[in-house]
């Protein structure tokens, strides 16, 4: 038993779990892998800032990857590579493997593309004080505050009296104009900043300035709002009424950024779920696999996969059975030997708000792309929590592909919690785990992620459906 000093040390890298950074462990070639892939991420990231953008932005990507468009009741076979659109708010891109599907299933990663944002009220516009604005609704969790006195951009569609469809992106461009939610001077905001942050901003208080030029004739009432009605009938042919079946959105007009020195990290609006969504789409475009494979962009996340967009709605289970059925297979059996990574962000370990992590269970930054066995709150309440089998068989994939990954719980027991759509797909008799991208500041107007952990998730995808 001679030196025993260096065989603890050899015994404690041969028995000990560490996690790696994966900016540490990558080789060159792999760094500049993760810094190239992010420009197209980052590309993604300013063209498809809704879920309809999103799915456009897809499905472009798609058709210039040789796919087309796939419609329930269509032929399919071995190598088809195909897409389906759901009322343009929601995509399912996939390939047919060689594989007998009935015996093989599919492999499913699932992802969302809507995200927080303000949303704008049916019947929004008004004057008052020499501004017009817009009601708003706001969509998904949000700190209201965070939403004011930054630039946004106007996002969307509006359906005309006689069922045209216009198009809405106002902000995006340099010369564009930004639209605007006030906030409070700070010397006259010694009372609202006594008060709960949640309630320093009031949703009531969340309406978008469009304009503040009264109309050249004073015998009209409402003349700022007046202007705004010109503009937007003269632009898009729209008048007031118009709102009433239009989906408008104010979202953040910033752009996707580096952050830091080295680069390492992305600032962007929405990467929760983009950030799972493009690699989603880019593993399911680029490589061949010999399983069916989907990669599932779903809406409606935010607000509990709800309509006809959301998980929850029987159009991808459908989608599933037509697959099934195109290619010979009983759909039960194809399901029940399917699996599924349901591929979400979750919350970073952010040393500024430590009191809220419990720290060896934390998604650390840049160290890989993150699992979570269960999500849910308090007793795992609302949780999918994936068989311990699953995640051995997953975790053997990616050891034998050499992905960089970690696993995370949402903060401490009893904090807090949260939700994904895994609990949706598992009810389909289908094995479904967590796994996605650590996000800094979730839900604000402006979010943070790591370029490794984005190209971690990657990896982890193309490991899955090999
Ligand atoms: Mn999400
Ligand atoms: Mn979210």
Aim: aromatic share 10%; proline share 2%; charged share 25%.
């Amino acid at each position: 038993m001679a030196k025993k000093e260096s065989s603890g040390k050899a015994l404690s890298e041969r028995l000990c779990y560490k996690k790696t950074n994966y900016f540490e462990s990558a080789t060159e070639i792999e760094k500049r892998e993760i810094f190239a892939y992010a420009e197209g991420y980052k590309a993604f990231l300013d063209a498809a800032k809704t879920e309809r953008e999103a799915c456009e932005t897809a499905v472009k990507l798609a058709r210039e990857a040789g796919f087309t468009e796939y419609r329930f009741g269509d032929k399919l076979s071995s190598g088809d590579k195909r897409y389906f659109v759901n009322r343009g708010k929601s995509v399912v891109v996939f390939r047919v493997g060689t594989e007998d599907i009935e015996e093989d299933g599919m492999r499913i990663i699932a992802s969302h593309i809507d995200a927080p944002r303000i949303d704008i009220k049916q019947n929004p516009l008004y004057e008052d004080a020499g501004m017009a604005f817009l009601k708003t609704h706001y969509y998904g969790g949000i700190k209201k505050y965070q939403w004011t006195a930054i630039p946004l951009a106007l996002h969307g569609v509006v359906v005309l009296k006689d069922g045209k469809k216009v198009s809405f992106a106002i902000g995006e461009e340099d010369s564009d104009p930004v639209f605007y939610i006030n906030d409070l001077l700070p010397h006259l905001g010694a009372d609202q900043m006594a008060g709960k942050a949640g309630k320093i901003i009031e949703g009531e208080q969340l309406n978008v300035v469009v304009g503040g030029m009264p109309y050249a004739d004073e015998d009209v009432s409402d003349r700022i709002k007046l202007t705004v009605l010109s503009v937007l009938h003269e632009k898009y042919g729209m008048c007031e009424e118009d709102f009433l079946s239009a989906e408008l959105s104010a979202v953040p007009a910033f752009k996707a950024r580096d952050i830091g020195l080295d680069r390492a990290f992305i600032g962007a609006y929405g990467h929760d779920d983009r950030v799972c969504a493009y690699p989603a789409l880019t593993a399911v475009l680029e490589a061949e696999s010999r399983h069916t494979v989907l990669a599932m962009l779903v809406d409606k996340e935010e607000i509990g996969s709800e309509g006809t967009t959301g998980i929850q709605c029987k159009v991808y289970e459908d989608l599933m059975e037509e697959i099934s059925l195109a290619l010979g297979a009983n759909f039960r059996k194809v399901r029940s030997r399917s699996k599924c990574l349901s591929s979400d962000v979750t919350a970073a370990y952010d040393p500024n708000f430590a009191g809220v992590y419990e720290k060896m269970n934390s998604a650390m930054l840049s160290c890989g792309t993150a699992m979570c066995k269960f999500t849910g709150s308090r007793g795992k309440s609302g949780s999918n929590d994936a068989n311990a089998e699953f995640v051995g068989e997953v975790r053997k994939a990616f050891a034998e592909n050499g992905v960089v990954w970690q696993t995370a719980e949402l903060g401490k027991v009893d904090v807090g919690g949260g939700g994904t759509v895994a609990k949706f797909v598992a009810n389909l008799n289908i094995d479904t785990v967590d796994l996605g991208v650590p996000v800094i500041s979730m839900h604000a107007p402006w979010e943070l992620i790591s370029k490794a952990d984005l190209y971690s998730n990657y990896r982890a995808f193309l490991a899955f459906m090999k």
